[in-house]
């Protein structure tokens, strides 16, 4: 069982950088973060590794970064150049597979509000 809990959800300009922090209670899984727009499917949009391996959604590509923090079980999602479209219900996940798809996440945090106006 790994808990995590997500901060760092504000409402920000276009143009302008935010990160996300998650504070899992355990290591020796992959971690990532999904987003989930209103009446939408969770997406994913980063994910890390236990071997720190990364991967991105296109959207985010050159944007955002998912990185470890001062422990190996904080992970930030650091997000620059934020959009309108990037508004969403963001979501720290824990699971067995490097990938964006949500099924191979079965660990989820409450989920974190990112809005950003034009």
């Known amino acids: 069982q790994v808990q995590l809990t997500e901060s760092g959800g504000a409402s920000v300009q276009a143009g302008e950088s935010l990160r996300l922090t998650c504070t899992a209670s355990g290591d020796g899984v992959n971690f990532g973060w999904f987003r989930q727009y209103p009446g939408q499917k969770r997406e994913g949009v980063a994910i890390?590794?236990?071997?720190?391996?990364?991967l991105y959604a296109d959207s985010v590509k050159g944007r955002f970064t998912i990185s470890r923090g001062s422990a190996r079980t904080i992970i930030h999602l650091q997000m620059d150049n934020l959009r309108p479209e990037d508004t969403a219900l963001y979501y720290c996940a824990a699971g067995w597979s490097v990938s964006l798809e949500r099924r191979y996440f079965n660990y989820w945090g409450q989920g974190t509000q990112v809005t950003v106006s034009s």
């Open positions: 890390i590794g236990y071997t720190d391996t990364t």
